[in-house]
């Protein structure tokens, strides 16, 4: 099988698996516990916690069981504590941010989902618009899951000062793959399985002086915002794909970047979703009329690949964010998205341009 959903979820590194494996020979240690076993359970955490925060050079992290909980965390505690009503996001953001929305709309929250350009990039005019002196937080994806486009979160964060706005970043596609912008976020949630981590295991980062109320009670863990056990395991594993990823983004994206190159000149009659530039090249997000993406997704079982985000597959809906940026039904049925990474080879790429292209062909074939 050549795997290439790498959005949907990466590989386990094997220096991760490593990491995880001392934890998971049966030993019995929960890491709030006071007793030897104990303290050193606790210890592996407070290690996983310093590498998985050591990029943001300050500030607290707290682990939480993935992206979706810690941008939730941030999103509903920013706005549970402001006496301002305005959240402001991006309609290409990922569910648990649309979604987390939708919902404090529901309770009286005034939510503003600014449009993106054919480019998936955010209008800068409506942004100035809408962050204005009643806005309390604004959420805003760093790399988009779907069709790779980065935004330009650091222009969102200085409106966000001017008018004393906090600014949460989605970086569960960013984080280990690009610098962390420093001074731009007060909340940064990211995931672990989407750098050569487990899944299961993610954190939310808050600069200084940033509080956040209590989303789960119970013993008080993890600064007292979300009370419950953490696994060792799953930390030292996201810890150690941390570690392996800050020193290697240069070395990654060389490698990616190429691969891209290899894919897009092998597909040279699919259009690209999105711009250009600036995006993650280990994503690419293409279109092709007359094809259909689900049938030629599951036609190709040598090849894993996807039609979008992992969370709305199978909802037989159009994606939001191809919707988004002004494709019409067909043509977003007719889009598949490549993910690739460290581990993938030329010699996959070679054999998945030769399988989509007599998969597409067959399908022109059978259409006419």
């Known amino acids: 099988m050549i795997y290439l959903d790498y959005q949907a979820t ?3 590194a094997p220096e991760a698996r490593e990491a995880m494996l001392r934890w998971l ?32 050079g300050g500030g607290q992290l707290i682990f939480t069981g993935g992206a979706t909980e810690a941008a939730n965390t941030a999103i509903k505690g920013v706005m549970a504590e402001s006496k301002r009503r305005r959240l402001v996001t991006l309609a290409t953001e990922h569910a648990c941010v649309l979604d987390t929305a939708e919902a ?18 955010v209008d800068l005019d409506a942004a100035a618009d809408a962050i204005d002196d009643t806005c309390a937080l604004v959420s805003v994806m760093q790399v988009n899951n779907e069709i790779g486009v980065i935004q330009p979160i650091e222009a969102l964060g200085v409106m966000a000062r001017k008018v004393g706005a906090k600014l949460h970043l989605d970086a569960a596609q960013g984080y280990g793959k690009l610098p962390i912008p420093a001074g731009v976020a007060d909340f940064v949630s990211i995931s ?14 808050m600069a200084d002086g940033v509080t956040l109320p209590g989303l789960l009670h119970g013993g008080g863990q993890e600064a007292g915002i979300r009370s419950g056990t953490i696994s060792p395991a799953l930390a ?14 240069e070395t990654d994206r060389a490698h990616v970047a190429a691969l891209a190159e290899l894919l897009r000149e092998g597909l040279a009659d699919w259009t690209l979703n999105g711009a250009e530039s600036p995006r993650w090249p ?16 599951s036609e190709l079982r ?30 977003a049925r007719s889009s598949i998205r490549l993910g ?11 054999q998945a341009v030769a399988l989509i292209r007599d998969g597409a062909a067959r399908q022109m074939e059978w259409a006419a």
């Open 236 to 249: 030292a594993g996201f810890g150690a794909a941390a570690a392996l990823a800050f020193p290697r983004i």
């Open 282 to 297: 280990g994503n690419l997000n293409i279109r092709r009329v007359g094809v259909d993406a689900a049938r030629l997704i």
């Open 340 to 350: 690739f990474g460290r581990y993938t080879t030329e010699d996959e790429i070679i």
């Open 192 to 205: 672990a399985h989407k750098i050569y981590g487990p899944i299961g295991i993610g954190a939310l980062w």
């Open 104 to 121: 404090l709309r529901a309770e009286g929250c005034d939510v503003v989902i600014l449009p993106v350009g054919c480019d998936g990039l």
């Open 10 to 12: 990466t590989p386990l």
């Open 302 to 331: 040598g090849l894993a690949f996807s039609a979008g985000s992992a969370c709305a597959s199978g909802s037989g809906r159009p994606s939001h964010v191809l919707k988004a940026i002004g494709l019409t039904d067909a043509e």
């Open 25 to 56: 020979d049966g030993r019995a240690a929960n890491p709030h516990s006071p007793h030897r076993a104990g303290r050193e359970a606790a210890a592996a955490v407070e290690v996983a916690r310093d590498r998985v925060a050591a990029p943001f």
